[in-house]
Structure formats: structure tokens, C-alpha cells
């Protein structure tokens, strides 16, 4: 399956994040999750069987809210002749909003990767647990740990490790046969070492040249790990995702497998978050020319060269909570576009100074500069918050940056 892009894990998570908002005042928010391949019909019976439960329930208010939402859900299922690719899941009930109001919400996700069993769950939150585990990264690294008598390929999987190929060297052992010459023994030493390199490497090139992968670990007990790496066996493509250091550890077995994912484990999370601090830092250094770089911050000015098809990357702070709004004054007919703060509130009218504004219509922030961007060929880079250079993106630029591709007057 197609791996989600940084967009569509953003979107996801800022879903899932107004589902996580909404609390029930009694157990009354309805989960549901329908696998691929399960027949609708079997869901609506489940859904209708559950219905007919509901009405036992003692609190009035929570039945009805109950039989409501499955009533709701009853009637999206309608839209579906079988479940999407990856199955559904529909979170639907009312939630609570200030002491004694209650607003019905709906929300119907086609999660990222298939849904793996059906769930009905009714509880005071909704269920969202399932979701979180999709939103892991799952990159794949190459393993390899080598020394002289041994070397294990393997890979890993997010979280899981897969042994791939053992394979033990012809490398004569320490002691020379007798009679011979220390300088033939050292030759032969040497010819069986780079054999064995070579073969290695070319079961490396087999395994994992064909493969996206994130990055290679290689490790090992003494030098041997430098020795191959650095010897010119492993082929150039590879040669580039090699990961420093190498890593040193006690078993060219399995056992070692799971001892360089043991070790490289800040080396890999570190690795997540390289790339958004490199980006801040080109920005940074664009910003601190005297004469003004090739950077701009800021979302008027960000906007104006996005619009002129100046910006090459897009900065984007994940932890922007701003919406772009088109206002209307209901008292002056004032009609404009603006950006505005999730949940905060709308202030006057610009022109008639009546606190009469409503929001006509609403795009989440990130989403509409990304689709503007997207026709003009600027890349679009969703910064998380979790560097010091990802908050410095969100506290000091207001979360909006960008890169250009020649300077805007
Ligand atoms: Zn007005």
C-alpha cells in the first residue's frame, strides 16, 4: 500500500484530535470499526441487534443519545455497497459543549491501513486507540552485522526485526597450519577476508538495493564492521544510507540483529526529526544574510511570494491551529477573507465595528496553502514540534516560512 504523505498524516491526526475533544456526559459516544471485506449487511443487523439493546438503558438522556447515534450510523452505512479498501470506522454521538448542552457529531474515516477486526464500542470518549498504531512510522531499515567468521542481514520493520541471511566465512581461524610461512598464511588470511566482503556485499546489494529503504546499520565486535564497511564492498547506492556510527556489538548472529536495533534506537529517532531541523536551519541562515536571503516568514509575506510562484519549499509548523475564513457581517453585509485562530473569537467587523461577523466558510490553514502551492511546484515541508528548531519554526516565525527561489521585493 502507498505510503501516507505528510499531508495525509496531518490531516488524519488533526482529525483525530477533534475526536479526542469529544467527552459524552454519560456512556453515549458510539465507536465503530468495519474491516475490509466485511459485508454491510452484517454490520447494519449487529448495529440494529445493539438498538434494540439500547433501550434498557436506565438514564433517558443516554438513550436516546445512544439510539441516536447508532440510527446515524445506520444510515451513512447506506452510502456503502461493501467497505472501502481499508474498511471504516465512524465515530458518531453527542458531546458534551459547556454544562448542560450536548451537540451531535459525526465523524466517518477511511483509515490509512485496513481496519483489523470489527469493533462496536459505546463509552463516555470515543475509541480512537486502533488509529494511533496506523500513525507509527513503519520505515524500513537494512541490517548487517559482520565479523571476521560471520556476518546476519537482516531488516527492520518499524518495530519488527527480519533475519534475512546468515552466512559463516571460510576465513581461516588465528592459528597457521604448520610449515607454513607466516607471510602465506597472511595472504591467504587476506584473500579469504576479501571474499568473504565481497560476498556479503554482494547479498547486501541482493537484499536490499531494491528496496526503499530509510538507512543501513551495520555493526559488529571489534574492527572488522569498519574494515568491510569502508573497503569499497557495498555498493554505492547503498554506500549512501549507511548510517554512522557503526555499532558495536557482541553476536554476528540474530542476537546481533536485535542488539544493533537496541543500540542505534537515538540514532534512529534522531533521524526523524534530521531533516525538518536541517530545513529550519537553511531557512535560518537565509534569514541572517544582511542583505535578506532567500527566505521569507511570516503568513502576509509568505502568502504574497506563494502567490507569485517565488517560494521553492514551504515551511510548515504542525502546530498551527489557524483556519483561512471567508467573514460576513451580518449587520453591514461586509464580506472578506481573513485568518483566523481555532476557537478564538471573532472580534468587530472591520467596517461597521458591530460584533456581527460569522464565518461563511473555512479551510483548515495548512491545507489551503498547500493546495496553493501544489500547481506552482513549491514543495511543502509539515514541521513537527518535537526539535528545538520545529518550535523555534512555530514561536518565532508563527509557523509559516519559506524558502524562495529569488527574492521578492
Ligand atoms: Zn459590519
Known amino acids: 500500500m502507498p505510503e501516507l504523505s505528510h499531508l495525509d498524516k496531518y490531516r488524519f491526526r488533526r482529525d483525530l484530535e477533534a475526536i479526542e475533544k469529544a467527552l459524552g ?35 433517558a438522556s443516554t438513550r436516546k443519545h445512544v439510539m441516536q447515534a447508532i440510527d446515524s450510523i445506520l444510515s451513512r452505512l447506506k452510502a456503502y455497497k ?50 494511533h498504531e496506523m500513525l507509527i512510522e513503519k520505515d524500513t531499515y537494512g541490517l548487517v552485522v559482520i565479523d571476521q567468521g560471520e556476518a546476519t542481514l537482516g531488516l527492520l520493520h518499524g518495530k519488527r526485526i ?25 595472504r591467504l588470511h587476506d584473500q579469504a577476508i576479501h571474499e568473504f ?14 528496496r526503499n529503504l530509510r538507512g543501513i546499520l551495520i555493526g559488529g565486535p571489534g574492527y572488522t564492521k569498519e574494515q568491510f564497511a569502508t573497503g569499497g ?20 548472529d540474530e542476537n546481533g540483529l536485535r542488539e544493533i536495533v537496541e543500540a542505534a534506537r537515538t540514532v534512529l529517532s534522531d533521524l526523524d526529526l534530521m531533516r525538518e531541523k536541517d530545513l529550519v536551519q537553511e531557512l535560518m541562515e537565509e534569514i541572517r544574510k544582511p542583505e535578506g536571503g532567500l527566505a521569507t516568514y511570516g503568513e502576509a509575506h509568505v502568502r504574497h511570494a506563494l502567490e507569485l510562484g517565488a517560494v521553492d519549499t514551504l515551511l510548515v509548523s504542525e502546530g498551527l491551529r489557524k483556519a483561512r475564513a471567508t ?13 483566523i485562530d481555532d476557537g478564538a473569537d471573532l472580534g468587530p467587523c472591520p467596517k461597521c465595528e458591530k460584533p456581527a461577523l460569522a464565518v461563511q466558510a473555512r479551510k483548515d490553514l495548512v491545507e489551503e496553502l498547500t493546495e496553493l502551492a501544489q500547481p506552482l511546484g513549491t514543495k511543502v515541508e509539515l514541521v513537527s ?9 512555530l514561536k518565532a516565525f508563527g509557523g509559516l516560512a519559506a524558502i524562495l527561489r529569488y527574492r521578492v521585493a
Do not use: W
Open 197 to 210: 566482503f565481497k560476498k556479503i556485499g554482494d547479498l547486501m546489494t541482493e537484499a536490499f538495493l531494491s
Open 233 to 252: 564492498y557495498i555498493h554505492h547506492e547503498l554506500t549512501k544510507k549507511v548510517l554512522a556510527p557503526y555499532f558495536d556489538v557482541g553476536y554476528t
Open 385 to 393: 514540534r518535537e526539535s528545538e528548531e520545529g518550535e523555534l519554526l
Open 25 to 59: 456526559r454519560g456512556t453515549e459516544l458510539v465507536s465503530v470499526y468495519v474491516p475490509p471485506g466485511k459485508p454491510i449487511s452484517d454490520v447494519a443487523n449487529y448495529l440494529r441487534n445493539e438498538y434494540s439493546q439500547s433501550s434498557n438503558i436506565k438514564s
Open 327 to 339: 467573514l460576513k457581517c451580518s449587520n453591514c453585509e461586509h464580506e472578506y477573507a481573513a485568518t
Open 82 to 131: 461493501e467497505p472501502p479498501a481499508n474498511g471504516l470506522v465512524f465515530f458518531v454521538g453527542h458531546k458534551q459543549i459547556g454544562a448542560d448542552q450536548t451537540d451531535m457529531v459525526a465523524f466517518v474515516l477511511e483509515p490509512p491501513e485496513p481496519v483489523a477486526s470489527f469493533l462496536y464500542r459505546c463509552d463516555s470518549a470515543f475509541y480512537t486507540e486502533p488509529l
Open 162 to 186: 527480519e533475519a534475512l541471511k546468515n552466512v559463516q566465512s571460510l576465513v581461516p581461524r588465528k592459528h597457521r597450519m604448520g610449515g607454513q610461512s607466516a607471510r602465506r598464511f597472511e
